[in-house]
């Protein structure tokens, strides 16, 4: 039988699938990966379902999906990014253009030359749209720390993406 716990839950994680899913996809460029960890951050948000209060379940699971890629990293200790960082997250309109592909397809190669922190940084500031107070309590590190990996994140994208065009310009 069915309570008003799992009913609010359902509804939560219906809506939050979608963010989370494209959180780990930034953070992983592997739709398997990323799928596997949303899942899993909605697993144990589940179990703490009554800890948790509704307005912070996203914050909550965020932190949770961030927590386990970590995990994942450490097990590993390599940043896998491969054919699959190719493969295109559709918007929430759907769109699937070939422009809109390409940068979809350039943002998972820019975001895959950055180191873990430097990605999540990036991520949570741009793509959650954090402020860098907000962004340094979710990763529990300074706000100084945050504004010096996301200047270093964002001048190495400046390089890259200034590579990319030359090699552009090159090949025309």
Same mark, same amino acid.
């Given at each position: 039988?069915?309570?008003?716990? &799992? =009913?609010?839950? &359902?509804?939560f994680a219906?809506? !939050?699938?979608?963010?989370?899913?494209?959180?780990? *996809?930034?953070? %992983?460029?592997?739709?398997?990966?990323?799928?596997?960890?949303?899942?899993?951050?909605?697993?144990? %948000? *589940?179990?703490?379902?009554?800890? $948790?209060?509704?307005? =912070?379940?996203?914050?909550?699971?965020?932190?949770?999906?961030?927590?386990?890629?970590?995990?994942?990293?450490?097990?590993?200790?390599? $940043?896998?990014?491969?054919?699959?960082?190719?493969?295109?997250?559709?918007?929430?309109?759907?769109?699937?253009?070939?422009?809109t592909v390409?940068?979809?397809?350039?943002? $998972?190669?820019?975001? !895959? /030359?950055?180191?873990?922190?430097?990605?999540?940084? $990036?991520?949570?500031?741009?793509?959650?749209?954090?402020?860098?107070?907000?962004?340094?309590?979710?990763? /529990?590190? !300074?706000?100084?720390?945050?504004k010096s990996?996301?200047?270093?994140?964002?001048?190495?994208?400046?390089?890259?993406? %200034?590579? &990319?065009?030359?090699?552009?310009? /090159?090949?025309?």
């Amino acid at each position: 039988m069915r309570n008003q716990r &799992d =009913d609010a839950f &359902d509804e939560f994680a219906t809506t !939050a699938w979608p963010r989370l899913h494209r959180i780990g *996809y930034l953070l %992983t460029g592997d739709h398997h990966l990323a799928e596997d960890l949303a899942q899993a951050a909605l697993v144990r %948000t *589940y179990s703490s379902w009554s800890r $948790v209060r509704a307005g =912070d379940a996203p914050a909550y699971a965020r932190r949770v999906l961030l927590n386990l890629n970590v995990d994942r990293l450490r097990r590993k200790r390599v $940043v896998e990014v491969g054919d699959a960082a190719l493969a295109v997250v559709p918007t929430a309109g759907g769109s699937t253009s070939a422009a809109t592909v390409e940068d979809r397809d350039q943002v $998972v190669r820019l975001l !895959a /030359g950055l180191s873990e922190r430097e990605r999540r940084v $990036v991520v949570l500031r741009h793509y959650c749209d954090l402020s860098e107070a907000a962004v340094a309590a979710e990763l /529990g590190i !300074a706000p100084g720390t945050v504004k010096s990996a996301l200047s270093r994140a964002l001048a190495k994208l400046r390089v890259s993406i %200034t590579e &990319d065009t030359d090699e552009l310009r /090159g090949a025309l």
